[in-house]
C-alpha cells in the first residue's frame, strides 16, 4: 500500500451516499417549495413558461461543464494524482483557470445570441410575448453557468478527497434564495420573472463561495490566473470532448422535449413541474451515486483493487433500486394526488394537475433506468472511457427523437415524456451489456441477484396497498384542510408497507445498513 493511499483514505461509501444524499433531499424538497411558490405565483402562463425556459440554458450548459463532461473526466485524473502522490493541486490550479476563460468566452457569446438560443429551446414560443421574455431572462441568468461550473470543479475537488459536506449542502442555497426572492417580490411587488432570474445569479454566487471557503480550508486554495496548456489538461481536453459530446446528445434529447412541448399550450410548465417531482427521488439517489461512486472506483482502479471496486459498484446499484423502484410504483399508482396537494393552488387549477400527472406517471416508468446510469457510467469514466458513453448516448437520442417528434401528433405533448423515459432504459441497458468486456468489477454478485427480484416484488406490494389507501383516501385528499396529512398518511403507508415487505422477502435488512455504517467509522 502506498503513502499516498495511507495519507488520503478512499471515500466511505456508505456514509458518503448518506451525507451527499441528505442535502439533496433538502435541496429538493427545498425545490418543491419553490415551484410551488412559482405554481401559485404565475400557473402556466407566459412569465412561468418564459422563466423556466430561460433557467434551463445555464442547466443544459451545466451538464458540460458542471457535474456533467468536464467533471466526468477531471475527477479520475484528479483522484489518481491523489492516490499517487501527485502534483494534484497544481492540476487543480490550471483545470481551474482553464475553465473560467472557457466559460467566459461562453457567457459573451450567449448574450449576443441570446434570442437563437431561445428559438432553439423553444421553438413554439416565437411571435408571442413569451419568446421576448425568455430573451430578457436568458440574458439574465446564463452568467449562472460561470459560478456553478466553478463551483462543480472545487465540489470536485473535495470530493475525490473524500469531503462531501459543503458540496452536498451547497445547492441547498439555490432554492433558499429563491424562495426569499419570491416572498420579498411579492410582499414589495417586484416583477416576479425579474426577480426570480436576478436571483439564481446571486444563488451562484452563494454556492460558489461555500465551496470554495471549504476547499481552501482543506488546504486547495484555487485562485484565478492566466490559462496555460499543459500535458495534464492536455490529456484532460482529451478524454473530456467525448464526454461533451455525450452531453450534447442528452441535451438534444432535453432539447426535443421542449420543443415539443412549447408547440402546447401550457406543456412546457406541465413537464418542468414533473420533472421537478420525479427528480427528487432521482436526485437523492442518482446524484449521490455519481458524487461518491466515481472518485472511489477511480482511486480502486488505479491501486488494483478488482474486489474492491466491483463490491462498490454492486452496492451503489443495490442502493439505487431500493429507493428507485418503490418510486417508480409510487408515481405510477398515485401521481395525482401527489400533484394535486403540491401544486394546485392560485393560477394552477385542475386540468394542470391531471396534465402534470399524466407526465409525473410516464417519468416515473424511466426512474429506474436513470438511476442505474448513475452507476454503471463511473465504470467508464474511471477508465478514462468517455468513447463508448458517448455513441451510447448517440443510440439513446434517436430512440428519444424517433417516439417524441413522430408521437407528438397523435399524443400530443405526453410524447416527450415517453421519448425521455423510454430513451432512459435504452441507455441503462446498453450501458450495462457493454461493461461484459470490462472484467471482474463490472460483474453482478450473488447478494445483487438475490435481492433484485426481491426489491421488485417488495415494492409491487406496496403499490397495492397505496392503491387501496388512495381509496379510502380519496376524500380527504381533496378537502382543503385534510389534504396534507390525508398525503403524509398516504406516503406514510406507502414506506411502512415497502419496508415491511422489504424485510420479509429478504429484499433489504436495516442490520445490513447498521452494520455497514458502523464498518464504515
Known amino acids: ?9 478512499a471515500p466511505r461509501l456508505m ?14 424538497i427545498l425545490g418543491f417549495v419553490r415551484e410551488i411558490f412559482i405554481a401559485a405565483a404565475l400557473g402556466s402562463g407566459p412569465v412561468a413558461q418564459a422563466f423556466l425556459v430561460a433557467f434551463a440554458l445555464p442547466n443544459m450548459f451545466r451538464r458540460f461543464f458542471a457535474e456533467g463532461a468536464f467533471n466526468m473526466a477531471f475527477v479520475p485524473l484528479f483522484s489518481r494524482k491523489l492516490e499517487t502522490g501527485a502534483d494534484a493541486m497544481e492540476f487543480a490550479r490550471d483545470a481551474f483557470a482553464g475553465l473560467t476563460t472557457v466559460l467566459i468566452a461562453l457567457t459573451l457569446l450567449a448574450q449576443v445570441f441570446m434570442p437563437a438560443l431561445v428559438y432553439a429551446m423553444a421553438a413554439g414560443f416565437a411571435g408571442d410575448e413569451r419568446f421576448d421574455l425568455a430573451v430578457v431572462f436568458g440574458r439574465i441568468v446564463f452568467p449562472y453557468i460561470l459560478l456553478i461550473s466553478l463551483a462543480a470543479l472545487l465540489s470536485g475537488v473535495l ?8 458540496a452536498a449542502a451547497a445547492p441547498v442555497a439555490l432554492n433558499v434564495i429563491l424562495i426569499a426572492a419570491l416572498w420579498a417580490g411579492q410582499r414589495f411587488g417586484w416583477a416576479t420573472g425579474l426577480t426570480l432570474s436576478w436571483s439564481v445569479l446571486v444563488a451562484g454566487i452563494v454556492q460558489l463561495a461555500v465551496v470554495w471557503i471549504a476547499a481552501s480550508r482543506a488546504g486547495f486554495r484555487l485562485l484565478p490566473r492566466l490559462p496555460r496548456m499543459t500535458p495534464d489538461l492536455r490529456k484532460l481536453a482529451i478524454i473530456a470532448a467525448p464526454a461533451a459530446l455525450a452531453g450534447g446528445v442528452v441535451q438534444i434529447n432535453l432539447l426535443v422535449g421542449r420543443q415539443v412541448g412549447s408547440q402546447f399550450d401550457g406543456a412546457i410548465a406541465w413537464l418542468s413541474y414533473a420533472d421537478r417531482l420525479y427528480q427528487l427521488p432521482l436526485g437523492v439517489v442518482g446524484i449521490a451515486i455519481g458524487v461518491v461512486l466515481l472518485p472511489d472506483l477511480s482511486r480502486r482502479l488505479g ?23 418503490p418510486c417508480a410504483v409510487a408515481f405510477l399508482i398515485i401521481p395525482l394526488p401527489l400533484v394535486q396537494v403540491l401544486f394546485q393552488r392560485g393560477a394552477f387549477g385542475a386540468d394542470d394537475s391531471a396534465a402534470t400527472a399524466l407526465a409525473v406517471a410516464v417519468y416515473g416508468l424511466g426512474l429506474p433506468a436513470f438511476v442505474l446510469q448513475k452507476v454503471w457510467q463511473p465504470l467508464y469514466f474511471a477508465r478514462e472511457d468517455t468513447r463508448t458513453p458517448f455513441w451510447l448516448a448517440l443510440v439513446s437520442m434517436l430512440v428519444n427523437v ?6 407528438a401528433p397523435a399524443l400530443g405533448f405526453i410524447a416527450a415524456a415517453i421519448g425521455t423515459s423510454l430513451a432512459g432504459w435504452t441507455m441503462a441497458i446498453l450501458l450495462i451489456v457493454f461493461t461484459r468486456g470490462m472484467g471482474e468489477a463490472a460483474r453482478l454478485d450473488a447478494r445483487l441477484k438475490r435481492r433484485i427480484w426481491r426489491i421488485v416484488l417488495a415494492a409491487l406490494l406496496m ?8 381509496v379510502v383516501l380519496g376524500p380527504a385528499l381533496g378537502l382543503a384542510g385534510w389534504r396534507y396529512p390525508a398525503l403524509a398518511l398516504l406516503i406514510g403507508i406507502g414506506v411502512l408497507s415497502y419496508g415491511w415487505a422489504g424485510n420479509l422477502l429478504g429484499a433489504f435488512s436495516l442490520r445490513d445498513i447498521a452494520r455497514g455504517l458502523r464498518r464504515q467509522r
Open 1 to 9: 500500500m502506498s503513502t499516498a493511499r495511507t495519507a488520503i483514505p
Open 303 to 325: 491501486a488494483q483493487d478488482v474486489a474492491g471496486g466491483r463490491d462498490a459498484m454492486n452496492r451503489a446499484a443495490e442502493f439505487a433500486l431500493i429507493l428507485s423502484v
Open 402 to 407: 424517433g417516439i417524441a417528434v413522430g408521437l
Open 15 to 28: 456514509r458518503g451516499f448518506l451525507t451527499v444524499g441528505t442535502w439533496t433531499l433538502a435541496s429538493r
Open 159 to 166: 470530493n475525490a478527497s473524500g469531503r462531501f459536506l459543503a
Open 463 to 470: 403499490g397495492v396497498a397505496l392503491w387501496l389507501a388512495e
